[in-house]
């Protein structure tokens, strides 16, 4: 199955600075049963919310796998347990964020769920954890250090909900958005 994970770090791990974590990362999920097809530049891009710490280094992968939604996802959990992340705040300063942002054309657990986190408000979505999995991530076409880095690698990928391409949910951010998300190196 086809997925698409995000990945950002703004804080140091064992790994070292954020872009070494990131590509440290990429090299610890690569195994039999997942396969980096592609991945973006990294990217800088502001701590979000604003102000709430260093700023980001963030990238978009691509795989192939053979594990379900929820193994994969646990997987990258405990990716980000060994390079030390902790989970004491929503959005807060992080070692390792790794995000699975699709999943296939999966839609998980269900339509109704998901236009349930699709909707709430920014006010809420800040306090309020899911409880699982929810697929797509709901905040994709929100974010722009996640369609800009998408956008680079799969700009014709369409989103299963909203039924917009990378490129064009990109296309639809505030062009300052965009702007502040500036390209760096690969891994």
């Given amino acids: 199955m086809s997925a698409i994970i995000g ?10 600075v954020p ?12 195994s039999a ?4 097809k592609t991945t973006s530049h990294l990217y800088e891009t502001p701590c979000f919310p604003a102000g709430a710490g260093p700023d980001y280094v963030n990238a978009v992968a691509m795989l192939s796998t053979v594990l379900s939604a929820v193994d994969l ?17 929503r959005w807060g300063q992080r070692t ?10 999966v839609i998980h657990p269900d339509l109704a769920t998901f236009q349930h986190w699709l909707n709430l408000p920014m006010k809420e979505q800040s306090k309020r954890v899911p409880e699982r999995l929810i697929l797509p991530h709901p905040r994709i076409q929100d974010r722009a250090f996640v369609l800009v880095p998408l956008a680079e690698i799969a700009p014709d990928w369409r989103h299963p ?12 951010l505030e062009e300052a958005e965009v702007a502040q998300v500036k390209a760096l190196e690969r891994c």
Avoid at 161 to 172: E, N, P
């Fill in 7 to 16: 990945l950002g770090a703004n804080l140091p791990s064992k790994a070292g």
């Fill in 19 to 30: 872009k070494q974590t990131l590509c440290h990362a990429l090299t610890l999920l690569e």
């Fill in 33 to 36: 049963e997942i396969e980096i």
């Fill in 73 to 89: 996802l646990s997987r990258l959990h405990r990716v980000e347990a060994e390079m030390g992340r902790e989970r004491v705040s």
């Fill in 96 to 105: 390792l964020d790794v995000d699975l942002l699709a999943y296939g054309e």
């Fill in 161 to 172: 909900v909203l039924g917009r391409t990378a490129k064009q949910m990109r296309d639809d």
